[in-house]
């Protein structure tokens, strides 16, 4: 209910701080690695990286599909079942983040070696992988609480919660890289302490105020059935574009040391494009969610016009500034010159079409949030995976250089959005007609 813009940019506005504090976990990491260090265990930080979010993909979209469906229930005002449906998910949570920690530690090595990553990184990425695992379940709860908190209305309590564990993240890393001198096995210690607290926080907030351990818990398989319904497309599409991003990681890995830096480096400095257009995509996910529980398909396609509109002026400002300050921004992560070359090249390619990227994933947050998950998975699959690794096949064959690998991410996105608005369009038609 509301001033739609308002209520759009209030409730993204935490969800965007608190996710700069979650990106802050690895940003700091790569700085204090970077600085104190160099650029060989900076590398094999940012080669790990890539891995543990392949982990935890499915999670994190039974997250969405947990969030989605209790948005629905709000917007419907059934207390009852969003009760429900937050015990299910909880479970779910704890059970699958014990999986996913054993599952990492069997596959790390593995893993690392198939992505080709360079010899004079492995052992080092190695041990950075192996201990921020441990850290792993506490992720999972982490973003399984914060979905249902959303859900409700509520993104400020993640947030500072978030952004307490960042502080403490920082404080970690100062003293396990700076003061002890452990070098990336502090760094991933750092994170493994600081996402800890952010999750037993949470978890116990949700249980104080929910007053979840008065009623007998009703872990039910219909409920639970519903968040995979929903959360497992979301889930698969996540890790199938992440198995895509690591497709692009072995083609990085394969230009040497240096490209394996410029890349790390330029995801950290992305992400102050990429943190923004999530809060806006996670936002409009309850908006879809709560009006479509109620009912209120008109406000829906008024909020999918202003949210757009909204998103692809801000994401478009923001990528001419970083576009304009790119060296210090560079050089903010690494020191060495031909890392900061090759990391201009990069964004100079990108960066101009993130707006597109905005306006596609506001619409995919659209169509999600009214539960039609298998076709974002489909999108998601045949833009952003199976199209990204055929033309990433293409450039590198043909034109052998990073810029061209920074490439086939806009052309991706631009064949994403408009599969998206087709695909709202026709959803919105459908739901009105009925």
Not at 100 to 127: D, H, K, N, Y
Not at 132 to 138: E, F, G, P, R, V
């Amino acid at each position: 209910e509301g001033s739609i813009v308002k209520g759009f940019i209030l409730f993204a506005l935490p969800l965007f701080l608190g996710s700069l504090f979650q990106q802050l976990y690895g940003t700091v990491d790569l700085i204090f690695v970077g600085n104190y260090m160099g650029k060989t265990e900076a590398a094999a930080v940012g080669a790990s990286s890539i891995l543990v979010t392949c982990l935890i993909g499915l999670f994190t979209g039974i997250s969405v599909g947990a969030g989605v469906i209790t948005a629905q229930y709000w917007g419907a005002k059934e207390e009852q079942k969003v009760r429900t449906s937050m015990e299910n998910a909880i479970f779910l949570a704890i059970t699958g983040g014990i999986l996913l920690m054993i599952a990492g530690q069997l596959l790390a090595a593995w893993a690392l070696r198939a992505l080709q990553t360079p010899e004079s990184i492995l052992a080092e990425a190695l041990v950075y992988i192996r201990i921020y695992l441990l850290a792993i379940m506490s992720m999972i709860i982490y973003n399984m609480c914060a979905g249902i908190l959303r859900a409700k209305g509520d993104s400020r309590t993640p947030f500072v919660v978030l952004a307490a564990g960042g502080f403490l993240n920082v404080l970690m890393d100062w003293m396990f890289i700076a003061l002890l001198g452990w070098g990336v096995a502090g760094a991933a210690m750092a994170t493994v302490v600081s996402q800890t607290f952010t999750a037993v926080y949470l978890l116990v907030h949700i249980f104080k105020k929910e007053q979840l351990l008065k009623q007998r818990w009703k872990i039910e398989r219909k409920m639970s059935g519903k968040i995979i319904k929903i959360g497992v497309p979301l889930g698969i599409q996540s890790m199938i574009l992440t198995l895509s991003n690591l497709v692009v990681q072995y083609y990085i890995n394969g230009f040497g040391e240096d490209a394996v830096a410029a890349f790390t480096v330029y995801f950290r400095v992305e992400s102050m494009l990429y943190l923004p257009i999530v809060a806006f995509g996670q936002s409009i996910v309850t908006f879809a969610g709560q009006n479509y529980g109620a009912g209120n398909y008109d406000r829906i396609k008024k909020g999918a016009i202003s949210c757009n509109t909204l998103s692809a002026i801000i994401i478009g400002a923001l990528s001419a500034v970083l576009l304009s300050f790119g060296r210090p921004v560079l050089g903010i992560f690494c020191k060495d010159e031909s890392v900061i070359r090759l990391g201009l090249q990069i964004i100079g390619v990108s960066f101009p079409f993130y707006f597109v990227y905005a306006i596609m994933e506001v619409t995919g947050g659209l169509v999600r949030g009214m539960g039609k998950t298998i076709q974002s998975m489909v999108i998601v699959i045949a833009t952003l995976c199976v199209c990204r690794i055929v033309l990433l096949k293409v450039f590198v064959e043909q034109f052998h250089s990073l810029k061209m690998v920074a490439a086939v991410y806009p052309v991706t996105w631009i064949l994403a959005m408009s599969a998206f608005i087709l695909c709202f369009v026709s959803v919105c038609r459908k739901q009105l007609k009925e």
